[in-house]
């Protein structure tokens, strides 16, 4: 059975976008899975627009059974 463990590091990213981490004496592993956690301080690239209201009228459809009951089959997930 693996043990796994884990350590937390805070490090600089340089220019080249490298990352330098010293594992302490006492880790002994030959493999490491590295997740990088960041802060992004760019602005969101994703520009919110203000909700019209009708901005979609005439582009959607709800069925005429949209208020009727579920087939039983439904709720069993068949």
Known sequence: MMNIRTLEFE???SA???IHLTLPDNVQ???AKIIVIYEDN???S???SKRVFGQFRGQLEISNDFDDELN???WLGK
Do not use: E, L, M, V
């Open 42 to 44: 760019q602005p969101d």
């Open 72 to 74: 039983p089959d439904f």
């Open 46 to 48: 994703i520009q919110s």
């Open 29 to 31: 592993a030959k493999f």
């Open 16 to 18: 080249s976008h490298q």
């Open 11 to 13: 490090t600089a990213i």
